[in-house]
């Protein structure tokens, strides 16, 4: 990309840090420069013109002013602020899990634009009210397969042979499923059982699952929880924080 | 970003102090040095004086057992206030935010200092903030209110909707600080969540 003094893009903010006394640091994940960051100057002045278009979760136009180390932001309009997420708890804790992810599985500077449609969509999905749970299994496995870690569902890992309609086995350490004879040799791996195995199928593929009329059995999409949640973390190599926060919420709100 | 620190630690009593100063917040080397000279030239009683100052501040401030303020007597002298309405709890994020309501003389109630709002990304959760102490100090007492006052960002928005989900089956009356423009400010530069806030929240004139 050519070295422009000033340039503009759309961006989703996916972190803040602050900085001195009223200034912040922010995080951004665009369509085309991918994760980026800008320092903005006294945010967190009540009078600052910028702050509420620079909130955590919200998706604006952002204008930069290239500096030596970070590049200062010029200036920004709210696109959409996702109000649904700002009312409700438990959707802003979603919305702040997908951000969390987004942060730690995109490089700095590297465009990902699929990924980035894909967290657009997530955010509007949870905005729309629809099932949260099945949302957010949709972005974990997406997410993977974006970042280049598409777990292998279809056929085992090891042996290569189509996997039966049984129990069989996720590993994250091999990036997918392992059949009954072939986890007997590597002892790694969490017992899937067939029906979340198809839900986790179903989500894989490209376009977001039209749900069947009989719903997703709830038990079967916990378990999927369970597995693309220990992938995620295997592949980053650390707890996802704001997971454990969702856990302690879903206990408290029933 | 960070503060540059010298290569080796300094050991005479000038580059000691200046170290020190330069840790503070907003303080660079070159303010850190002036600081330190101007201290080596003032009398020596200033100078005693502000390691007495700091050292007493380490010493004598703890936290109000009823309100987790910052305090050097226990409970605070806000606590302690008869003449205030103790039916009322504001609650906030920072020792700070007391002090700006207070400057208000706007309200006559009671607070509760969190010391800090829940980040979930940063691994703040409830327990890291002082939630467990509000709700027992809520259990038995003739609270009728509580005011959210926590910061209007997404941390402060996500700490206050979740003490309202604890709050309000004991059967007090939650509020939240109205939010919309600041005065002021200049409406075109509101942004949507402000404006909706805004609009929503609006009174008769």
Redesign the interface.
């Known amino acids: 990309m050519p070295e422009e003094r000033e340039y503009r893009t759309e961006a989703i903010v996916i972190r803040k840090t602050k900085l001195g006394e009223a200034d912040s640091i922010i995080t951004f994940f665009t369509p085309h420069r991918g994760r980026i960051q800008g320092f903005a100057k006294s945010l967190r002045k009540p009078k600052s013109k910028l702050a509420g278009h620079l909130e955590l979760l919200t998706y604006s136009q952002v204008s930069f002013a290239r500096g030596r180390n970070i590049d200062t932001i010029t200036g920004a309009q709210t696109i959409d602020a996702f109000l649904p997420l700002r009312n409700n708890l438990w959707l802003s804790s979603c919305g702040l899990y997908v951000a969390e992810l987004v942060y730690h599985f995109t490089p700095e500077g590297q465009e990902n634009f699929t990924l980035f449609r894909l967290t657009l969509d997530t955010l509007r999905r949870l905005c729309r009210g629809e099932d949260t749970e099945v949302s957010l299994r949709f972005f974990e496995l997406h997410l993977a397969e974006g970042a280049g870690y598409r777990p292998e569902l279809d056929t085992c890992v090891n042996c290569r042979s189509a996997l039966a309609e049984t129990t069989n086995f996720f590993s994250p350490q091999a990036g997918g499923m392992l059949c009954p004879s072939c986890r007997q040799m590597q002892p790694t791996g969490f017992p899937v059982s067939p029906a979340a195995q198809g839900i986790m199928r179903h989500l894989q593929r490209a376009e977001y699952p039209a749900i069947p009329a009989t719903g997703i059995d709830p038990e079967s999409l916990h378990e999927v929880e369970k597995i693309s949640g220990a992938y995620l973390k295997y592949l980053l190599e650390k707890d996802v924080r704001s997971a454990a926060w969702l856990e302690m919420l879903k206990k408290s709100l029933g | 970003?960070s503060k540059q620190e010298p290569l080796s630690p300094a050991t005479d009593a000038i580059g000691r102090l200046v170290q020190e100063f330069s840790r503070l917040?907003?303080i660079g080397p070159k303010s850190a040095q002036r600081i330190t000279f101007y201290l080596l030239r003032a009398p020596e009683e200033r100078a005693r004086a502000l390691a007495e100052a700091i050292t007493s501040l380490k010493q004598r401030v703890n936290l109000c057992s009823v309100c987790c303020n910052v305090t050097e007597n226990d409970p605070c002298a806000i606590c302690r206030d008869s003449r205030r309405d103790s039916t009322m709890i504001c609650i906030v994020e920072q020792p700070q935010d007391v002090i700006a309501i207070e400057h208000t003389g706007a309200y006559r109630g009671l607070y509760h200092v969190l010391h800090g709002a829940?980040s979930?990304?940063?691994?703040v959760?409830?327990d890291s903030i002082r939630v467990k102490d509000l709700l027992n100090r809520l259990k038995n007492t003739t609270v009728r209110e509580v005011i959210l006052a926590t910061n209007t960002?997404?941390e402060g928005?996500?700490t206050a909707?979740?003490l309202a989900?604890l709050i309000t089956p004991l059967g007090i009356r939650v509020t939240r600080l109205a939010r919309g423009l600041?005065f002021?400010?200049e409406l075109e530069?509101?942004?949507?969540?402000?404006l909706?806030r805004a609009l929503e929240g609006r009174q008769e004139f």
């Open positions: 970003m917040p907003g829940i979930p990304s940063e691994g959760g409830a960002n997404t928005e996500q909707m979740y989900q600041p002021g400010t530069y509101a942004d949507d969540v402000t909706t």
